[in-house]
């Protein structure tokens, strides 16, 4: 275990191919959280101790790649968690593996693979696993943990912009519903991204797939600050603090924002053509 957590493919060889050794027990073997030495491989991204693992002549590899610690994690989870995309690609292209059944298998908390990505802002592990063949983008997109907590909620929490772009922006992607897909306490991504300090980006990152994209980004940004303080009036919810005044589902009427600010910008454009006549 301490071998493939370090990636020290030699020792490990050493350890495996040892005349005395029973490999299949030591790789079945686990330390105090669950994790095996795949497990903990994995969540270093050690390709080369992966394959080893996985290829030995005793490995009962398709059992290897579901195997969860005590959480429930899975090796393609960990290293989705680190933006490991070579180590995920190794376990998803495994001719063992059953990427279909991976990509939407969760841990204890609910969380997926696909969620540890976006919560870490990892854009190439998030598109690699959207974009993989044997994968459900539709449906990993709308899983939900044990609170509710989309993948969308993640990436917005930590304020990725990438991740919720590529998200939203997927061929495969719902995005309007994937705004209002509510948590356990009321809470949408939407309400998350106006309610975060950097409200203004976030909000217009994410409403820009709904946007008419024909107008000035300098318009456009300006509608979503006017629209945000508008609703903020409105509701008792200020842009320059992270504290919602009212309920959080008060905050559902962001849900027209979109149409708003598509005939908010029409109207300003107008407004700057008339003058510069």
Known sequence: MHAAHGGHEGAMSLLLNHPRADAVAMMAQRNERGATALLLAAFGGHEGAMSLLLN??????????????????????????????????????????????????????????????????????????????????????????ERGVTTLMHAVHGGHEGAMSLLLNHPRAYAAAMMVQQNKSGMTALMSAASNAGALDLVTEMLSPLLDNDHPDDVRDECVRLLLEQHGAATGFSLSSPVLSRSFRELSQLARVPQLINDAVVSMAFEREQQQE
């Open 56 to 145: 030995h002549p005793r490995a009962d590899a398709a059992a290897m790649l579901v195997q969860q610690n005590k959480s429930g994690a899975t090796a393609l989870m960990l290293a989705a968690h680190g933006g490991h995309e070579g180590a995920m690609t190794l376990l998803l292209n495994h001719p063992c593996a059953d990427a279909a059944a991976m990509t939407v298998q969760h841990d204890k908390s609910g969380t997926t693979a696909l969620m540890h990505a976006a919560h870490g802002g990892h854009e190439g592990a998030v598109s690699l696993l959207l974009n993989h063949p044997r994968a459900d983008a539709a449906a990993m997109m709308v899983q939900q943990t």
